[in-house]
């Protein structure tokens, strides 16, 4: 299993998915490959973020990768003033064209900001509502129950891992690492394959080490490894808007090096034989806070 590259999408908020989306399945349908949406279904609340620019690391992110100009600048209102408009209730057409047009769809929240700021502290129960909500609205547009799952900032922990085990997901990508692995939860081997991402987003790297948009795709295929599965997340905020011909020729390059590009679903199936594992909280480089990363001897 040579020169794979699982590609991973995240849709964050309303703007990522009535413009991002659509775009993204062109640009992928130009080059003949195919793609996983993680969709956010319910409101977009982006805007209540704002409170993490008290943090130094934070609001350095978010001046380096210009923001605003990233995501659009109607995220420092969403959910503010007044509640986050519903992304399914508006934008399901987007999300049932991408299923459509042959792209994988999994469950990445119902609302964003309240699954990376607080799911993993939520009770059980809580927890479960949030996940069978959001399913049951994916569900409802796209006619089946999505086969996996992504927490939101790889914000996840092993009362979230245990929870996640209860829905009939096949895989999740919850963490940050270098290869599919089961995680052991209390000393028992979950079902569900856990397929980490890889290499580094757009957010994490521009500004950091010399990293530009003059030389970010460099940077990015300089990180592919031949002899192991690379998983790469974009998000639909960016290369689906500001970097969309920036990863238009991604696209190009990667495949003319003899990549085989695939959805989750693809490299979950080639890796079913994936050996144990466990995930940790730990600090993350481009990153505010802790996330979930694979723990590795």
């Known amino acids: 299993m040579k020169k794979l590259l699982a590609l991973r999408i995240d849709v964050d908020t309303f703007r990522g998915t009535g413009r991002g989306v659509p775009m993204l399945c062109e640009i992928l349908d130009k080059h003949g490959v195919k793609g996983t949406f993680y969709f956010s279904l319910g409101p977009d609340n982006m805007g209540r973020h704002l409170w993490r620019l008290l943090k130094p690391t934070f609001l350095w992110k978010m001046l380096r990768t210009n923001a605003a ?9 969403m959910g503010t003033a007044w509640p986050g408009p519903g992304i399914a209730k508006h934008h399901g057409k987007a999300i049932a064209d991408a299923v459509a047009a042959g792209h994988e769809a999994g469950f990445h929240a119902w609302d964003h900001h309240r699954s990376q700021a607080k799911l993993t ?10 996940i069978e909500r959001g399913c049951a609205a994916l569900e409802k547009l796209t006619g089946a129950f999505p086969h996996s ?13 245990l929870e996640k085990a209860k829905f009939p997901f096949a895989y999740n990508s919850d963490c940050r690492g270098v290869s599919p692995f089961y995680p052991v939860v209390n000393g028992e081997k979950l079902s569900q394959l856990q397929i980490p991402v890889t290499l580094p987003t757009y957010d994490e ?18 990180l592919l490894r031949e002899d192991a599965l690379n998983v790469l997340t974009i998000h639909a905020e960016a ?11 991604y696209m190009k390059e990667v495949i003319a090096r003899g990549y085989k590009v695939m959805t989750l679903g693809e490299a979950a199936e080639l890796y079913a034989d994936a050996p144990e594992g466990r995930a940790e909280l730990a600090p993350f480089p481009g990153r505010e806070g802790l996330l979930s990363v694979q723990h590795t001897d």
């Open 69 to 77: 100009g990233l995501y659009g600048p109607e995220i420092v209102l």
């Open 121 to 130: 502290s939520l009770s059980a129960e809580a927890m479960h509502r949030e």
């Open 149 to 161: 799952s992504a927490a939101p900032g790889w914000r996840t922990n092993d009362r979230l891992l």
């Open 205 to 222: 790297a521009l500004g950091r080490d010399g990293v530009t948009d003059a030389n970010y795709n460099a940077f990015q295929l300089s």
């Open 239 to 249: 290369e689906g808007g500001r970097c969309a011909k920036q990863f238009d020729e």
